[in-house]
């Protein structure tokens, strides 16, 4: 069991997308997550920040790059525990961070036994573009994929686009890798997450048909491996391919 240091994906200027780190001893309290910094300067935006056993390692990870106060944005992609498990610690940690989620599970998050208050933003159905740096992030509608209330974030400057659970992978014990290198032997780690945690093709086709505009030149999950520029297309064209997932299989 191996723990890896952040990992810069993209730097130019004083913009990054940095992968924060990991446990692989982590596994053994759930499945393996990834979280994400985006860096402008010496600001930051956190992605699906995550839960309570990640917290620690995550922080020190963001303190390399970024001083807490300066994490301006924490982005959540959807309302799992993977996710927000850990958002009542980053409230105290990153006190001037606006927090973002879906209009949908806002209401839900104080459940986490913290009072928000004028912190949170809700994230309408359409998806916004959320002022950050000398730039944006967008938040980009993604609903159903898995939750109803879903977004994805994209970096215009870096062109990263991080898919929340859509790219998720599962590994076998010691097999983790950071990126993907066999697409052809990474889809056997995918197949069964998106068949059971996917509900619907019409929502996959939905998002595809939204995004394909989009100069997107890495996608970076939730949980398993990241896309670089040709696996991009693999991986698009693959979800496209996928015949049966979620409610066909019931
Ligand atoms: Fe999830
Ligand atoms: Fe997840």
Known sequence: MKVHKPYVIYEEGDHSFIWL??????REKGVLTNQYLIRDGDKGALLDAGGYFVFERVLNSVQEFV????????????????????????????????????????????????DL??????????????PFGKSYIEA??????HSPGNFHFYDPISKVYFSG????AIFPKDKWYLIVENFEEHVK???????????????????????????IRIIAPQHGSIF????VKNFLDWLRSLDKVGLDLL
């Open 67 to 114: 001083k807490p106060e300066n994490v301006e944005l924490l982005l959540y992609s959807h309302q799992d525990p993977d996710v927000v498990g850990a958002l009542n610690l980053w409230v105290d940690m990153v006190p001037n961070a606006r927090i973002y989620v879906s209009e949908l599970w806002e209401r839900f998050l104080p459940h986490l036994g913290y």
């Open 117 to 130: 208050g004028e912190a949170i933003n809700e994230l309408p159905d359409q998806g916004a573009k959320i």
């Open 228 to 231: 670089m520029e040709k696996d």
């Open 189 to 215: 780690l995918m197949e069964g997450f998106h068949r059971r945690y996917i509900p619907s093709k019409a929502a996959i086709e939905k998002w595809l048909n939204r995004i394909q505009g989009m100069d």
């Open 21 to 26: 780190g990991l446990d692989e001893s982590d």
């Open 140 to 145: 980009v509608p993604a609903h159903f994929l």
């Open 165 to 168: 659970d859509m790219g998720a």
